[in-house]
């Protein structure tokens, strides 16, 4: 089988598309016949592919007349017969390949071939999404092709009982999101262990399946928007956690003091950055400053090393850590924001302290800190897969990083029609003051020509401070901050009509299509505009590739500034208040765009680095535990910095 292959090392990236091309030709001989069968004749050629498939038939032989299969059913069900292209993704994404495919080209329909193939033998496939709202609108899209091939389809949803979710995970295709396959992983795995059934063998739950468990084996899992969670989530481990309240008085007491007394000392003196850690430590003189400050009797017997630490967490919060920027408060709780995709991490808490220095901070109640049960990461989880397979609009510029953690290519997939993007040169200024106002103007000028104007900041302040300017000037706008995913997916969905201008954070209503509205395409389609790089150039391909899907026509522009954090996080302090002196000297900004681009390198290359590194050793570590005879789920680190609970 192919999952066999992937471990064994894969064709290289050009081997591995010269045979998705052959099978394309081999699926379009396959279909020659399919036209004139009626919808029963494809049932029943569907059930006896199955029977080979349950007989052990190798998945490659059956490839063609599969996918044949599919792409009829797709085009009687959904008015949509996969185009070429998309049975070369297909074929990809069916041998474990990464495949690129650009933003609109219809990544949900391709996802139907693999999934369909690898659900044969019975043994389930899974497609993994961002949201509950993604996996239940593409298992709902996706659904009539399944079923008239004669195939069962289940979601997954976060609030869903033990019940419902077996019985999910009992269909054929299951669509749910990375998070909730990992964690029902780690629930059933803690299930095992208190039933003493896991001590056997760790690749799957094999023949010692509890029946409480809610997942079957690991067959066949697709990894959508893959970039996000093979490489931005990557440190971010799954954890089911349990509470300890025991010292929760202590705690809110020590937080609230360090959040009071942190605006009184000062850096370099009292306490310095650690860059190795991106973390604030206290110096001697810092540290003698804590002992000696007045105390609430409250903070009596607390040990001075949990003080430091306390107040250390303060400093990182003081330092680094915006409301609005990387969380939000909801019904009094702190609620993480992604910084990668601009979205609301439901659930998701920082460890070590951290959440609770936020909440004293924010003047809320203090949430007890947990410990851990149990934890995976969300690769880790896919790479439990008998095979699996990742796509996005943006694996590219990550293709080397992603061969070097997990021995896969990445392979672009060509675009269905040629792409009619215009790219309109970078606008660099020397304060984000005139920045914002070349926005607005640039907005007001395309608007006014009727096309429709996307604009992504990089935080839901950012984007706030854009409407203003734009009520200001008059402009009418609606803002998505991936506050509400439903509701935005279905107005960014609108996104695309005449005049129509949306502010979202970069990654607000990611999936979703932006389709032209009457008459737009004629004056030009979509504008997007960014108004500051990130710090991964994948997230600003995203939000540009919204512009121009399918062959539509459409621009894009960023603007950026000397004030752009981009510039500092590249460069460090001094070397980019140096170039920003240069620059208002000269009150010239010419040449200076590539400047930016090599930050966002030098920032890219850095984390590529940190991350290979962790999950290096995440992955090394594994293997000693499993080597031992021991669950490398169940023996948790007590150090991982983020935390889902
Ligand atoms: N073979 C096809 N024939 C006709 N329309 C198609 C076909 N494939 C996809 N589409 C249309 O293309 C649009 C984009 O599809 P989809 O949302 O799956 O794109 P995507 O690649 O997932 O984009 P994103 O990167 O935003 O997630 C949809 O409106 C879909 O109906």
Redesign the pocket.
Known sequence: MWGILSQFGMVSARGEFNRAQAALRRVTIAERDLGSFTDEQLLRESSSLRYRAKCGDALDALLPRAFALVRETAGRQLG????DV?IIAGTLLARGCLAE?A???????SAALPLYLHALSGNGAHLATANDYLANRDAEWMRPIFAALGLSVGVIQSDMLPDQRRAAYACDVTYGTAKEFGFDFLRDRLLGSEHGLLNTGFHNHGEHRAAQFVQRDLNYALVDEADSILIDEARIPLIISQFESASSAKLTAVSKWAADIVGRLEQTTDFVLDPEISTFRLTPAGRELIRRFPKPSTLAGIPVSDLYHSVEQAILVHQRFRREQQYVIQDGEVVIVDEFNGRIANGRRWRNGLHQAIEAREGLAISPVSSSAAQLTTQELFLRYNCWAGMS?TLLPAAREINSVYHRPTVAVPLNRPCQRSHWPDQVFLTAAEKWTAIVEEIRTVSQQGRPVLVGTRSIEKSAHLSQLLDQAGISHQVLNALHVRSEAERIASAGQQGQVTVATNMAGR???I?LGPGAAELGGLHVIGTELHESPRIDRQLSGRAAR?GDPGSDRMFLSLDDEILEAGFGKEQSAKLRAAAQKRKDTRGLASLFRSAQHQVEKRHAGQRRQLIQSALRRQDQLEQLGLDPFLEVEEDASIALS
């Open positions: 949509m017969r996969h185009y998309q495919m933003t609109g080209e219809g990544k949900t329909l609009g999936g979703t299509d389709g399918q």
